[in-house]
């Protein structure tokens, strides 16, 4: 789930700009509150796709850009599988739905 | 943990959807990424009950995932484990989720598959920490308008 946020996407896109960023640096483009950033992060991190490292009161958080290739990739793939697949899906099931129309059931 | 989410709406009621979702004759007519064949179709739509589908794309390779039921609510949810023989298109296990919702015109389908990671995948995910990530945006952009 992590990818599915607009938020968490942002984040990650602005990590990719940088060699790392501190957590409020990364809640500056939100309007939202550090706590729920702090929330993001944890969600990323929980995935894999950021590192967290702390120096004095500062948490630096970097990407991780292996996972993160990964996980696009699999998501590309399936995409792909699944769009085409649901397409011929919803055209198979309105030909049963008009078929079993004019048996009358 | 990745998941991808889509989302149709059918003229069909759900009974009629779920049908062809969880039946062999109607894997049978949908399922695959291109216009290939499939080849095996079989599904035993109760929990617990197993599902294969074997399929060939255009550029004739063969592929075949696998599975179990593990909800069936008859006609609203359906999800099934999923994992590739072989497992060179993808080696985890991962889940797919089925929702049929009704609506005026039919039937709302979400779709969500998720990638479930194991403790190795996530040990391997470690040690790659290389590089940097190019065009992230672009991927995104890419993903998202899909």
């Known amino acids: 789930m992590a990818l599915v946020d607009p938020t968490r996407r942002a984040i990650l896109a602005q990590l990719e700009r940088r060699d790392g960023a501190s957590i409020s640096e990364l809640a500056k483009p939100f309007t939202i509150r550090l706590p729920a950033v ?8 929980g995935a894999g796709l950021v590192t967290r490292s702390k120096s004095g009161r500062t948490v630096t958080v970097r990407l991780r850009p292996q996972p993160m290739r ?14 085409s697949s649901l397409d011929r899906l919803t055209a198979y099931a309105e030909s049963k739905e008009l078929e079993a129309r004019r048996k009358g059931r | 943990m990745t998941s991808l989410r889509l989302v149709r ?6 009974q009629v959807v779920f049908d062809a979702v969880t ?5 049978a007519q949908w399922w695959g990424p291109d216009a290939g064949p ?3 179709a079989e599904a035993d739509p109760r929990v617990g009950g197993r599902y294969r589908v074997r399929f060939r794309m255009l550029d004739t390779t063969e592929h075949e995932s696998s599975g179990e039921f593990l909800e069936i609510v008859r006609p609203e949810r359906i999800v099934m484990s999923w994992r590739w023989k072989g497992g060179v298109e993808d080696p985890g296990e991962s889940r797919v989720e089925i929702t049929l919702k009704p609506v005026p015109e039919g039937t709302e389908l979400t779709f969500v598959h998720l990638q479930l990671l194991d403790e190795e995948t996530r040990r391997s995910h470690e040690e790659g920490w290389t590089g940097s990530l190019n065009k992230l945006e672009a991927i995104f952009a890419a993903v998202t308008a899909a």
């Open chain 2, 23 to 27: 039946t062999a004759e109607g894997i």
């Open chain 1, 70 to 83: 990964e996980a696009m990739e699999w998501l590309r793939r399936y995409e792909r599988f699944w769009s």
């Open chain 1, 38 to 45: 702090m929330k993001h992060l944890d969600v990323l991190a």
């Open chain 2, 38 to 40: 499939v080849l095996v």
């Open chain 2, 9 to 14: 709406r059918i003229k069909a009621r759900p």
